[in-house]
């Protein structure tokens, strides 16, 4: 049996740059989350976007160490993106999310950037997030995003 | 739409906070606290626990998302 999650987007804001000097907002297929190292929670929820061109997921270093986690200790993966190039180190963590109010978790060997510190949310990327479903729908345009999973 | 099918916007809410970590409400309604680092949000967002907290950081300037 599949069941369909569907949830929207969140409008967050935007401050005028030389390129677009009139956006205010922008709207990002965003998920409340948290992630558990060894029995250690992160103590809030913060955001993670759904990242169709992320290969994996990806947390900022700074929530990593709040939990315990010794970042470089981790396998290394050169990476290039939101944040410049700079180095993801993994490490194995429990990803907790919040959809319309149902708690969902899952395992997830995880990357984590010193490079989305300043950005301050995850990316639920391609290994770990999107190969939990059947499918993963950005509806841009309509502004939801809609999740297939297969229920045993 | 909201998450019963309404878009949810956080864009004045947040807007008065750019640069710094924001901890919000988990019904999305209301700024609970603000500060310059991950490290003092947390610590300030514990007064707040009841409210589950969500915590982000508002960009300096709209930062595009290229990953």
């Given at each position: 049996?599949?069941?369909?999650?569907?949830?929207?987007?969140?409008?967050?804001?935007?401050?005028?740059?030389?390129?677009?000097?009139?956006?205010?907002f922008?709207?990002?297929?965003?998920?409340?989350?948290?992630?558990?190292?060894q029995?250690?929670?992160?103590?809030?929820?913060?955001?993670?976007?759904?990242?169709?061109?992320?290969?994996?997921?990806?947390?900022?270093?700074?929530?990593?160490?709040?939990?315990?986690?010794?970042?470089?200790?981790?396998?290394?993966?050169?990476?290039?993106?939101?944040?410049?190039?700079?180095?993801?180190?993994?490490?194995?963590?429990?990803?907790?999310?919040?959809?319309?109010g149902?708690?969902?978790?899952?395992?997830?060997?995880?990357?984590?950037?010193?490079?989305?510190?300043?950005?301050?949310?995850?990316?639920?990327?391609?290994?770990?997030?999107?190969?939990?479903?059947?499918?993963?729908?950005?509806?841009?345009?309509?502004?939801?995003?809609?999740?297939?999973?297969?229920?045993? | 739409?909201?998450?019963?099918?309404?878009?949810?916007?956080?864009?004045?809410?947040?807007?008065?906070?750019?640069g710094?970590?924001?901890?919000?409400?988990?019904?999305?309604?209301?700024?609970?606290?603000?500060?310059?680092?991950?490290?003092?949000?947390?610590?300030?967002?514990?007064?707040?626990?009841?409210?589950?907290p969500?915590?982000?950081?508002?960009?300096?300037?709209?930062?595009?998302?290229?990953?």
């Amino acid at each position: 049996m599949i069941r369909t999650i569907t949830f929207p987007y969140i409008r967050f804001p935007a401050y005028p740059t030389d390129a677009f000097p009139v956006r205010t907002f922008i709207e990002r297929p965003a998920l409340q989350t948290t992630i558990e190292y060894q029995g250690k929670v992160f103590p809030n929820f913060f955001f993670s976007i759904i990242d169709s061109g992320a290969d994996s997921c990806v947390f900022p270093s700074v929530i990593g160490r709040q939990i315990g986690i010794d970042i470089y200790s981790g396998r290394s993966e050169a990476t290039v993106g939101v944040a410049g190039s700079g180095t993801t180190f993994y490490h194995s963590v429990t990803v907790h999310v919040s959809i319309q109010g149902q708690l969902y978790h899952f395992d997830c060997y995880a990357g984590f950037l010193d490079g989305l510190d300043q950005f301050g949310f995850g990316l639920l990327g391609h290994h770990g997030f999107f190969n939990l479903f059947e499918s993963v729908t950005l509806d841009s345009k309509k502004k939801f995003v809609e999740l297939k999973v297969e229920i045993p | 739409m909201n998450e019963q099918g309404q878009i949810i916007d956080l864009s004045e809410l947040l807007r008065p906070f750019k640069g710094k970590w924001v901890a919000i409400s988990g019904d999305k309604s209301q700024v609970l606290c603000t500060a310059f680092t991950i490290e003092e949000v947390l610590k300030e967002s514990e007064k707040y626990k009841g409210l589950e907290p969500i915590i982000l950081r508002v960009p300096d300037e709209h930062t595009a998302h290229l990953l």
